[in-house]
Antibody
Framework: QVQLRESGPGLVKPSETLSLICIVS????????WTWIRQSPGKGLEWIGY???????NYNPSLKSRVTMSVDTSKNQISLQLRSVTAADTAVYYC???????????WGQGTTVTVSS | EIVLTQSPATLSLSPGESATLSCRAS??????LTWYQQKPGQAPRLLIY???NRATGIPARFSGTGSGTDFTLTISSLEPEDFAVYFC???????????FGGGTKVEIK
């Protein structure tokens, strides 16, 4: 079955760039939207943005100036970059398969990113 | 920007009891409301989409109702595995955005 797995450094220094990838296995990334969500410790869920397999993106306006998402169909993976991070960016980051109004039906297990010097 | 307000923040119930969770939108979202369940240390799990449609594999004890601004997730008879946090979510298309409610924790009484 289709599985998603996020990976990336667990520790990022303030002002640096957070880079994560989400590898999709057991299925193609074609024809879907792929969304990044984060959850700060003890907090709710925050939408970061989504990318269509063609590369079309939409980002949360509050993060738009610092976010870039990309897709690599040859590797079946989606990437997230978040620039100029601060402690407020410390969170568990999830990628999810997004079927629009039918919700996000598949999620990765999440990867914890801590921003600290 | 549409704001989703969930209530109550915490619901203390016993297994076998019925749970009623509320999600209120700051403006009409038609029936475009999705519900997720999240257990500690796990990713959210899709339960209900379009207000009332159960996702694949979701037990019939989970039901969603509502439209416009007021939505309800009902768990008809709580099983031990249902004690978790529940989030509602709405997607806006113009401009594209996605909003979550603050969550309701269903805990064992």
């Amino acid at each position: 079955q289709v599985q998603l797995r996020e990976s990336g450094p667990g520790l990022v220094k303030p002002s640096e760039t957070l880079s994560l990838i989400c590898i999709v296995s057991g299925g193609s990334i074609d024809s879907y939207y792929w969304t990044w969500i984060r959850q700060s410790p003890g907090k709710g869920l925050e939408w970061i943005g989504y990318i269509f397999y063609t590369g079309i993106t939409n980002y949360n306006p509050s993060l738009k100036s610092r976010v870039t998402m990309s897709v690599d169909t040859s590797k079946n993976q989606i990437s997230l970059q978040l620039r100029s991070v601060t402690a407020a960016d410390t969170a568990v980051y999830y990628c999810a398969r997004d079927i629009d109004e039918e919700g996000m039906d598949l999620w990765g297990q999440g990867t914890t990113v801590t921003v600290s010097s | 920007e549409i704001v989703l307000t969930q209530s109550p923040a915490t619901l203390s119930l016993s297994p076998g009891e019925s749970a009623t969770l509320s999600c209120r939108a700051s403006q009409s979202v038609s029936n475009y409301l999705t519900w997720y369940q999240q257990k500690p240390g796990q990713a959210p799990r899709l339960l209900i989409y379009d207000g009332s449609n159960r996702a694949t594999g979701i037990p019939a004890r989970f039901s969603g109702t509502g439209s416009g601004t007021d939505f309800t997730l009902t768990i008809s008879s709580l099983e031990p595995e249902d004690f978790a946090v529940y989030f509602c979510q709405h997607r806006n298309n113009l401009p594209p955005s996605l909003t979550f409610g603050g969550g309701t924790k269903v805990e064992i009484k």
